[in-house]
């Protein structure tokens, strides 16, 4: 199997744009997923395939790839973002998970 | 709506098989379309994919468990369930049911609230 490999954490002021990166050498070949998880809760899917927004999740959240790194987006940050985020891919292998990124507002 | 709710024990000891059972409502199992999964977290840690089983019966696991690992499903019942055996206080974990997506790759759209399970004497 392969890694996801996302920093530890971001911080962002209110308002500001934050952006959390993940790397994978199979990313170019498969799609990346993100989710949200604020404490004592299930992990909310934010972005699909890569760039697409579930239903109900604002629009200041988007997502972009590039070669073996695929980005998150948070524009204009708020104070209810701050959570922990992780992508995800699957392969024949089965699913990995980034190790999670804590994104703290100040 | 879909909704999953994790069942079982939140204490089990040393060496024993640790159970839980995620029961489904708001939708079939047997649809299709769907894998449906077991994710774990360890306190104050990321997720870790257990595995998966198709409404068929069909399973894959996570290679670093799979030695221990036995996912089930009981359609008439709408739920499946996760098996771990041989169990040690590394395994004390949030354990998540969800359901994925098979959409060119799979991703998980719905998600149990999870349920601890400690491995303890």
């Known amino acids: 199997s392969y890694e996801l490999t996302q920093p530890p954490s971001v911080s962002v002021s209110p308002g500001q744009t934050a952006r959390i990166t993940c790397s994978g050498d199979?990313?170019?070949?498969?799609?990346a997923y993100w989710y949200q998880q604020k404490p004592g809760q299930a992990p909310v899917l934010v972005i699909y395939?890569?760039?697409e927004r579930p239903s109900g999740i604002p629009e200041r959240f988007s997502g972009s790839s590039s070669g073996t790194t695929v980005t998150l987006t948070i524009s204009g940050v708020q104070a209810e973002d701050e959570a922990d985020y992780y992508c995800?891919?699957?392969?024949?292998?089965?699913?990995?998970f980034g190790g999670g990124t804590k994104l703290t507002v100040l | 709506q879909v909704q999953l709710q994790e069942s079982g024990p939140g204490l089990v000891k040393p060496s024993q098989t640790l159970s839980l059972t995620c029961t489904v409502s708001?939708?079939?199992?047997?649809?299709?379309?769907?894998?449906w999964s077991w994710i774990r977290q360890h306190p104050g840690k990321g997720l870790e994919w257990i595995g998966y089983?198709?409404?068929?019966?069909?399973?894959y696991y996570n290679p670093s468990l799979k030695s221990r690992v036995t996912i089930s499903v009981d359609t008439s019942k709408n739920q499946f369930s996760l098996k771990l055996s041989s169990v040690t206080a590394a395994d004390t974990a949030v354990y998540y049911c969800?359901?994925?997506?098979?959409?060119?790759?799979?991703?998980?759209?719905?998600w149990g609230q999870g349920t601890l399970v400690t491995v303890s004497s």
């Open positions: 969800a359901r994925a997506l098979i959409v060119d790759s799979y991703y998980f759209d719905y």
């Open positions: 708001g939708g079939s199992i047997s649809s299709g379309g769907y894998y």
């Open positions: 089983i198709y409404y068929s019966g069909s399973t």
């Open positions: 199979a990313l170019p070949k498969q799609y």
């Open positions: 395939k890569d760039s």
């Open positions: 995800q891919s699957a392969d024949s292998s089965g699913t990995v």
